[in-house]
């Protein structure tokens, strides 16, 4: 019975020393963020809930300002580039192609 209860108590700590190693995404740490303020302005019930809605979708913040995916932000820095050297129809889709595979520096 110890043996088992060991093993579980083990395998608890194991799996949540695992659980805080990994990186929260973008949206998990977010969440936290908006979660944390709404303790501190001590919201409750649907008044909460709206703020989390909002604080999440970022809306309290202009548009520019909402945080951009790595992706989405390779994507828009190689559209400018191709629009700068004003590139069009095959030649633009191969230059985003390539810019779009190249590793950030």
Same mark, same amino acid.
């Given at each position: 019975?110890?043996?088992?209860?060991?093993?579980?108590?083990?395998?608890?700590?194991?799996?949540?020393?695992?659980?805080?190693?990994?990186?929260?995404?973008?949206?998990?740490?977010?969440?936290?963020?908006?979660?944390?303020?709404?303790?501190?302005?001590?919201?409750?019930?649907?008044?909460? *809930?709206?703020?989390?809605?909002?604080?999440?979708?970022?809306?309290?913040?202009?548009?520019?300002? *909402?945080?951009?995916?790595?992706?989405?932000?390779?994507?828009?820095?190689?559209?400018?580039?191709?629009?700068?050297?004003?590139?069009?129809?095959?030649?633009? *889709?191969?230059?985003?192609?390539?810019?779009? *595979?190249?590793?950030?520096?």
């Amino acid at each position: 019975m110890k043996t088992v209860l060991m093993f579980a108590l083990l395998a608890g700590i194991v799996g949540s020393a695992g659980a805080a190693d990994k990186a929260l995404t973008p949206q998990q740490q977010r969440m936290t963020t908006c979660n944390q303020k709404a303790t501190a302005q001590i919201l409750k019930g649907d008044e909460r *809930k709206t703020y989390m809605s909002n604080c999440l979708k970022n809306s309290e913040s202009p548009p520019a300002d *909402k945080s951009l995916t790595p992706q989405q932000q390779k994507m828009k820095e190689c559209n400018a580039q191709a629009g700068r050297q004003t590139l069009s129809g095959d030649v633009r *889709k191969t230059f985003m192609d390539n810019c779009l *595979k190249k590793q950030p520096k």
